[in-house]
């Protein structure tokens, strides 16, 4: 469904009870709780797309946005994401997302945080919270103080802390898969590697990727930040539009969605786009189309940046850091699986992925059919 269908669904939503639920059902989602608590600045968006393969998970963003259907939107989208997400990693979670309407500079208060985490714990689990964009450890504390579905949690209070180095090394895992399926060998050496922000995900990547030698631009929309990035890393500072129009290998888009569109497809000049980003393509399907057919390897956002998932989900089984690195290192092979699927099938990168995940959703929901049918 495009932008405009969707907007003029939720516009018409008073005179048509039925359309938003229309839309959510056609994307498959499960619910969608509209939160609001004005004593305590809180306006925010919980959904949960899918639970067959167990408790939707999905980091909570602080963003702010432009309008209420601007937020819809991204949840909507993002909460998806986590299924496929969760899915092609082998997790037994399913898909979950939320969205608090604010800035994130100047919003914070710890009433905020705590009037969130009592709305994420109404939902008894079916929705597990985390940390993503906008968000830091302290924020996590309030959510924690009033529900204990949260996860990546501070390693002082038993959790597994900051995701993002784990997010990182699953990144560096992907490009490294994407480099050995389009130049025969992963080495990264020498490569010449554009990475969009210089936020947590971003700074990590960087580390392992210097310690590669590979050759790094950064960019920022905070100049400040990727001046600071660059400092540490050897890396070249570029103008955040300039990113889209250098000669790059890779490209790697680690700040926010949508940034491989109609506009700047015309410029990228690389030979794989690898990034921490979620939803990296304005449209997976036609922009996914669109790079194929220009030659570029897409390595899909949601399953090279599930090193965050993969390692906020352990603390479910009990935090053990070394377990959640070697799980995310997997993320090499099955980066390889999706090319070679796409290969055979003639699919796009992120169809084949698609299906991949489909399958396992299928399978496992055929055999919780079964099992509930064997019991009755
Ligand atoms: P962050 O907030 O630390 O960093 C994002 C950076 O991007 C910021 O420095 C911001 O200024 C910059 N930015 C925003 N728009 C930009 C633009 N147009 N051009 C250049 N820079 C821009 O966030 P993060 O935790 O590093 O996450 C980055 C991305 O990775 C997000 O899309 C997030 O959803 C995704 N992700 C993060 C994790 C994780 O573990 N943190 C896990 C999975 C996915």
């Not at 004593?39 to 909570?60: F, K, N, Q, W, Y």
């Not at 100047?106 to 968000?135: H, P, Q």
């Not at 352990?314 to 796409?342: H, Q, W």
Request: aromatic residues 8%; proline residues 2%; glycine residues 10%.
């Amino acid at each position: 469904m495009d932008k405009s269908t969707l907007l003029a669904d939720i516009s018409n939503k008073e005179n048509s009870s039925s359309s938003l639920l229309d839309t959510l059902s056609s994307q498959g989602h499960e619910q969608v709780v509209f939160c609001s608590r004005p004593e305590a600045g809180l306006r925010a968006i919980i959904a949960i797309h899918d639970t067959t393969l167990g408790p939707s998970l999905g980091g909570v963003r602080m963003w702010n946005y432009s309008s209420e259907d601007e937020a819809l939107r991204d949840v909507l989208r993002l909460s998806r994401g986590m299924t496929y997400k969760a899915a092609i990693s082998g997790l037994n979670l399913g898909g979950g997302k939320a969205v608090i309407i604010g800035d994130s500079r100047t919003d914070k208060t710890e009433s905020l945080f705590r009037a969130f985490g009592r709305f994420v714990d109404g939902l008894g689990g079916r929705y597990l919270t985390a940390e993503d964009v906008g968000m830091s450890e302290r924020e996590m504390e309030w959510i924690f103080s009033e529900t204990r579905f949260v996860t990546g949690i501070p390693k002082a209070m038993g959790g597994s802390g900051d995701p993002s180095p784990v997010t990182a090394y699953g990144v560096y895992m992907g490009m490294k898969a994407s480099a050995k399926h389009a130049y025969g060998s992963d080495s990264l050496e020498g490569k010449r590697i554009g990475i969009q922000g210089a936020g947590s995900v971003a700074s990590y990547l960087a580390r392992w990727l210097t310690k590669e030698n590979a050759t790094l631009y950064i960019t920022d929309i905070f100049e400040e930040k990727a001046k600071a990035l660059a400092a540490e890393t050897g890396a070249s500072v570029t103008k955040p539009d300039e990113i889209y129009t250098l000669d790059l290998d890779i490209f790697s888009p680690c700040a926010l969605g949508g940034v491989v569109n109609d506009d700047t497809l015309n410029y990228l000049n690389c030979d794989i786009i690898a990034g921490g980003a979620n939803n990296i393509l304005d449209d997976e399907i036609l922009h996914g189309r669109m790079l194929k057919d220009r030659n570029i390897l897409y390595a899909p956002d949601y399953v090279i940046n599930a090193g965050g998932i993969i390692n906020i989900s352990s603390e479910l089984e009990g935090y053990n850091e070394e377990r959640a690195m070697s799980k995310t290192a997997r993320i090499y092979d099955t980066v390889l699986n999706i090319f070679r699927t796409a290969e055979e099938n003639q699919l796009t990168t992120v169809e084949a992925s698609n299906r991949l995940a489909e399958e396992r959703i299928a399978s496992v929901g055929k055999l919780q059919t079964l099992y509930s049918s064997a019991s009755r």
